[in-house]
Nanobody, 114 residues
Framework: QVQFVESGGGLVQPGGSLSLSCAVS????????MGWYRQAPGKQRELVAR???????SYADSVKGRFTISRDNVKNAVYLQMNNLNSEDTAVYYC????????WGQGTQVTVSS
């Protein structure tokens, strides 16, 4: 079973940056599309960035131009660089396959506040 461990969240001021990391185990990582998802309080989980085996990336309109997804197939890791953060980015961030597996990690909390 694939497992995910997210890290790198925290409290940041509006306009700031954070870099999230996700360690993936239990699967053939390099053959899978990967995604970063987030869930804000009272909202459904949404896909914000996807990486299709390191060849193709796409982003939700709300983060386009500010977030960058990348992956390291040797380290079995996926990353999310987040710049120019705003309060609407406050959420718990998760990584998973794309489309997602039923196995979710604990996520990492990102809070954007002054």
């Amino acid at each position: 079973q694939v497992q995910f461990v997210e890290s790198g969240g925290g409290l940041v001021q509006p306009g700031g940056s954070l870099s999230l990391s996700c360690a993936v185990s239990g699967g053939i990582f390099r053959f899978h599309g990967m995604g970063w998802y987030r869930q804000a309080p009272g909202k459904q989980r949404e896909l914000v960035a996807r990486d299709i085996s390191g060849v193709y990336t796409s982003y939700a309109d709300s983060v386009k131009g500010r977030f960058t997804i990348s992956r390291d197939n040797v380290k079995n890791a996926v990353y999310l660089q987040m710049n120019n953060l705003n309060s609407e980015d406050t959420a718990v961030y998760y990584c998973n396959l794309d489309p997602p597996s039923s196995s979710w990690g604990q996520g990492t909390q990102v809070t954007v506040s002054s």
